[in-house]
């Protein structure tokens, strides 16, 4: 069983759209039994919040439902629980490093780490931008989703 955890800032637009992708290419691909799936934020803010509606619509009208997921902060014991502890961006990553238990640092990656034909290395926050912003980082988050099920196939399964 390989776990895999996606994090951003709130937990209610990238890394559940990240969720969903992932677990929709994860189901796609008839790994649902071998890979379990979940996503974070670094702060509290909205803990226990669905996410963000513009995030839901933009993933539903990609066959992606986000509705059941719900906002949680990230912990130190993730990287106990998780083979990969994903952070969208560098801050996410920076703020997930510095809870980090010593010897689980190989377990922290950025996502567009998985995707280096995107030519970026953090997916953007949409949060504060119009809703084109949230289909670009569907994008991105679907090329990054490939990317890491290769790595997790290689490596693991």
Same mark, same amino acid.
């Given at each position: 069983?390989?776990?895999?955890?996606?994090?951003?800032?709130?937990?209610?637009?990238?890394?559940?759209?990240?969720?969903?992708?992932?677990?929709?290419?994860?189901?796609?691909?008839?790994?649902?039994?071998?890979?379990?799936?979940?996503?974070?934020?670094?702060?509290?803010?909205?803990?226990?919040?669905?996410?963000?509606?513009?995030?839901?619509?933009?993933?539903?009208?990609?066959?992606?439902?986000?509705?059941?997921?719900?906002?949680?902060?990230?912990?130190?014991?993730? %990287?106990? /629980?998780?083979?990969?502890? &994903?952070?969208?961006? $560098? !801050?996410?990553?920076? *703020?997930?490093?510095?809870?980090?238990?010593?010897?689980?640092?190989?377990?922290?990656?950025?996502?567009?780490?998985?995707?280096?034909?995107?030519?970026?290395?953090?997916?953007?926050?949409?949060?504060?931008?119009?809703?084109?912003? %949230?289909? /670009?980082?569907?994008?991105? &988050?679907?090329?990054? $989703? !490939?990317?890491?099920? *290769?790595?997790?196939?290689?490596?693991?399964?």
């Amino acid at each position: 069983m390989v776990n895999v955890l996606f994090v951003c800032l709130g937990n209610i637009c990238r890394s559940p759209t990240a969720e969903g992708v992932f677990r929709h290419l994860v189901e796609a691909e008839g790994l649902s039994d071998s890979i379990i799936i979940d996503s974070a934020g670094t702060g509290a803010w909205h803990v226990g919040s669905p996410p963000d509606s513009r995030a839901q619509q933009a993933a539903k009208q990609r066959g992606i439902d986000l509705s059941s997921q719900r906002a949680r902060k990230a912990i130190s014991a993730d %990287f106990e /629980r998780f083979d990969y502890v &994903i952070g969208m961006d $560098s !801050q996410n990553r920076s *703020d997930l490093s510095a809870m980090c238990p010593r010897g689980f640092e190989q377990r922290l990656h950025l996502f567009l780490d998985f995707a280096p034909h995107v030519g970026k290395i953090e997916v953007p926050d949409p949060y504060y931008g119009g809703d084109g912003g %949230f289909d /670009r980082v569907l994008d991105m &988050i679907e090329q990054a $989703s !490939q990317g890491l099920l *290769d790595d997790i196939r290689t490596k693991h399964l």
